[in-house]
């Protein structure tokens, strides 16, 4: 078990570090200007002008990969922390107050867990439209009822707790009850779920991007390189063997990182 952990915790948390200093300094410098076209250099294959070749509009392909890594942590990160602090609140608050608070606030959840989360995120982007902000806060909305269940099961095991019953005690009120005795104990499983989160936003993310529905170009993301390599499959293979090999390394490094993750927090995870 101990190796194990070590295991995916090394290659895990190399492969999330690499895309994380990626998405850093390209926000900072780029080899080439993402956005700059030079037809001259259309689908030029990997070289030692361009590492990565270049797409059909002679656009440096390692430098929009590198932009969409940008994009991709940004858009990621936005959205799983406003859907777990969504669903902080209305799971602490549902599995808490109990009641009707909790049937009503828990029969809303539920519908939404009623539609598929990318389905829910194509609905609600018709409304606010497609955006980086969109997608930031229709993904919010397919995630956080999730969230809001694994919260809820959580307190529901804590209320009932000795200490909680003792700081009702000794006079704390329900809201200071919650923020100081309930909502800290919540934060291990929150934390495993929202590490997976990130992989599951990502990859939704580039599924809206490949449908024409996310960033909208030229803005590079991994998604839309995608959709535009499609007709260049047989001639130009670079352009999306790129972009879908920056999605499953990213996608495997943060699903092993959050398998270890949840073993050192799960407290049933046999230890040897």
Known sequence: MKTKFKTHTLIGGALVAVLLAVAVVAALWTPYNPLGIDLRSKLQPPSMAHWLGTDEFGRDVASRAMQGAATSCLVALLTVTLATAMGLVVGVVAGFVRGWTDRVLMAFNDTLLAFPGLLLALGVMVIVGANKWGIVLALSMAYAPSVVRVVRGTVLSLREREYVEASRMIGNGELYTMWRHVLPNCMAPVAVLATSMFGWVLLSESALSFLGLGVPPPAPTWGNMLASARPYMASAVWLCVVPGLCIALT?????????????RLDPRTEKS
Do not use: K, P, T
Not at 251 to 263: A, M, Q, V
């Open 251 to 263: 996608l495997l490094g943060i699903n092993l990182l959050g398998e270890s993750l949840r073993d």
